[in-house]
């Protein structure tokens, strides 16, 4: 007979499939240990969503209609939920099963790569919901990160308190459908500004098909697609590639980016040459050129 004690012991459900890390399954949640490719700082901080906030050394926000708190310690990373979130949502939305240590080697096709890429070790691409990478980074044109997130949980709090059908409540980011029910007005007094309009056009297209089967378009493809959205221009079309559609081969160009790209690279310089590890050569590109020049 198994003892209460024994039975409550942590589970080792065994090695995950990217880059030799362990999951622990604990009265806690899951523990993840060899995190070395895992900051949940990193991955949160460097502009890829816009849910997730830090207090007292622990991250809060939600995804999938799931909350969760992530929990970095010198040992691993704890995220505080059910067995069956971690595997159903959060193995997927943090991309566990992507070797991150090979995919750095991959990128360092230079030194600055190869300094970037040293710098940035732990950030991972976020596997977001479409509508909701779409919708904030809509959101997030002329914006700073402050203001995104104040318009975001506005949103979510409205569409949860008013009687919308269908009424969704929570952690749930309001779906397309529910945005449709909001007027222009009510999007604007919500923070939105001008970008409501572009709001209710994206969700409609949600809503109507005129977004889907974008996976398996070529990505110059599905850019152009994204494109006929309002409001949606190269850069946020390719950042909700990467982060909404998990597009790997997306390679957003910001102010930022761009000066790296000026300073860094040669006139000449593809970033095809990454191939489909070029979303998280961007992310280690944007962390680095940030930090160099005193703003990250």
């Keep these: ?31 993840i240990t060899d995190t ?7 991955t949160f901080s460097c502009g890829q969503c816009f849910r997730f906030t830090e207090t007292d050394g622990a991250w809060r926000g939600a995804a999938f209609g799931r909350d969760l708190t992530v929990t970095e310690t010198p ?22 099963g992507r070797d991150y240590a090979a995919a750095r080697e991959r990128v360092a096709v230079n030194d600055f790569m190869r300094a970037a890429a040293g710098f940035g070790r732990g950030i991972r691409i976020l596997r977001q919901d479409f509508w909701e990478a ?14 995104i997130r104040g ?53 409609r297209a949600v809503e109507n098909g005129a977004l889907s089967g974008l996976s398996e378009m070529t990505v110059d493809g599905a850019r152009q697609a994204l494109m006929r959205v309002r409001g949606v221009g190269v850069k946020v079309a390719d950042c909700v590639l990467l982060y909404g559609l998990g597009r790997m081969d997306a390679f957003p160009l910001d102010v930022w980016m761009k000066r790296a ?10 970033p095809r040459v990454f191939g489909g590890d070029a979303g998280i050569a961007q992310q280690y590109i944007f962390h680095y050129i ?4 005193g703003r990250a």
């Excluded at 012991?9 to 009265?27: D, F, N, Q, S, V």
């Design 75 to 96: 040992g691993g990373v704890l995220l505080s939920c059910p067995e069956s979130d971690f595997y159903g949502v959060w193995h997927d939305y943090f991309d566990l």
């Design 134 to 147: 779409l919708c904030s980074f809509i959101i997030s044109q002329n914006n700073n990160i402050p203001r």
């Design 151 to 203: 318009v975001i949980t506005r949103l979510c709090a409205y569409c949860a308190d008013a009687d919308l059908p269908p009424r969704q409540a929570g952690a749930a980011f309001p779906n397309a459908a529910t945005v449709l029910r909001l007027s222009v007005d009510e999007l604007r007094g919500l923070g939105a500004g001008y970008r409501a309009e572009y709001i209710l056009d994206a969700a």
């Design 261 to 270: 790209l000026s300073e860094r690279f040669a006139e000449n310089f593809d």
């Design 36 to 42: 070395e490719d895992f900051s949940p700082a990193l």
């Design 1 to 31: 007979m198994i003892s209460r004690d024994l039975d409550k012991r942590p589970r080792i459900r065994g090695i995950l499939e990217g880059g030799g890390m362990k999951a622990i399954h604990t009265g806690d949640g899951v523990f």
């Design 290 to 293: 940030r930090y160099l020049h």
